[in-house]
């Protein structure tokens, strides 16, 4: 995916699992080339969970465990939903 197209589909992504009330999402951004430095998409990752409108969904981001991608994914969990107002 382009970069773009990355930070779409995740805004996308995590609209739904709010939707669902899921908490914790596995995103995958690969690793990229350790020429480059790492992948484009690994080092915008965090970025975009620092901007609205992810911000206000996403607790936190921990790089994932080996048997689930490793270097070349993450782990993102979200708030819980707040209850409806009375």
Known sequence: MSEATAHQALTRLVGAAARYEWRT????????????????LRRALPLWLEQEPLRARVLAAVPARPED???GAFYIRLRKPKAPRR
């Open 25 to 40: 999402l596995l995103v995958i951004t690969g690793k990229g080339s350790r020429l480059a430095g790492g992948g484009v």
């Open 69 to 71: 991608g490793g270097d």
